[in-house]
């Protein structure tokens, strides 16, 4: 079965240090790739995406993301964060451009000051 | 960026009735809605989508005479959860697109069933 894949449930770090959370989609032939974010109390918002040419996409607010098709992955980076980033994170794809999404479980990322 | 809009963001209802929820692309004109659902500390699992003017497209697993999805406009589409159970209480969010653009998420609607 199709499925999105987050290793981190759950991830906490200081100011500055940087972050990096694992995506992994077991789709075959070509996929878009999405990271959101939902701040606390909020709803999800786009951080980047991933429909073809330069495999390194930057996103708002910092962000990047990697993919590699040889791992199918799509794993997010900051190289450094802020107290502003705590969120829960969510990787997600889709076969078909905009189209229905599947999402990764989530990552709940907490930046203590 | 475009906002979408869910009304109620809280309900309860007693088990047995049937509760509607909405969602409203405020500022643009949106062709196609989702609506997902997402459980605690759990990932959002798409439950169907809908066309304006079309009958929406269920998931695998959902059962389409429960979930009543209804894309009237191009702005307005709703789901009602006929006949609640407690097992239905979960966190409920639509996302709605225009055309060759990115869907936008609305703030979710928590639904509690006693």
């Known amino acids: 079965a199709q499925s999105v894949s987050q290793h981190n449930h759950h991830v906490i770090l200081s100011e500055a240090a940087s972050l990096e959370l694992g995506c992994n989609y077991s789709y075959g032939g070509t996929v878009n790739l999405f990271w959101y974010v939902q701040y606390p109390g909020q709803h999800l918002q786009l951080l980047l995406k991933y429909f073809s040419g330069d495999p390194l996409v930057k996103g708002i607010k910092g962000f990047e993301a990697e993919f590699i098709k040889s791992k199918f992955s799509f794993n997010l980076r900051k190289p450094s964060v802020q107290w502003s980033d705590t969120a829960e994170y969510f990787c997600?794809?889709?076969?078909?451009?905009?189209?229905?999404?599947?999402f990764g479980a989530g990552t709940q990322v907490v930046v203590t000051p | 960026g475009a906002v979408v809009s869910q009304h109620p963001s809280w309900v309860i209802c007693k088990s047995g009735t049937s509760v509607k929820i909405e969602c409203r692309s405020l500022?643009?004109?949106?062709?196609?809605m989702f609506w997902y659902r997402q459980f605690p500390k759990q990932s959002l699992m798409l439950m169907a989508t809908s066309n304006e003017g079309s009958k929406a497209t269920y998931e695998q697993g959902v059962e389409k005479d429960k979930f009543l999805i209804n894309h009237a406009s191009l702005t307005l589409s709703t789901l009602t959860v006929t006949s609640a159970h407690p097992e239905d209480s979960s966190f409920y969010i639509c996302?709605?697109?225009?055309?060759?653009?990115?869907?936008?998420f609305g703030p979710g609607t928590r639904l509690t069933v006693t």
């Open positions: 997600a794809v889709t076969k078909d451009s905009w189209g229905k999404l599947q």
């Open positions: 996302s709605a697109r225009a055309p060759g653009d990115e869907q936008y």
């Open positions: 500022d643009f004109q949106a062709t196609t």
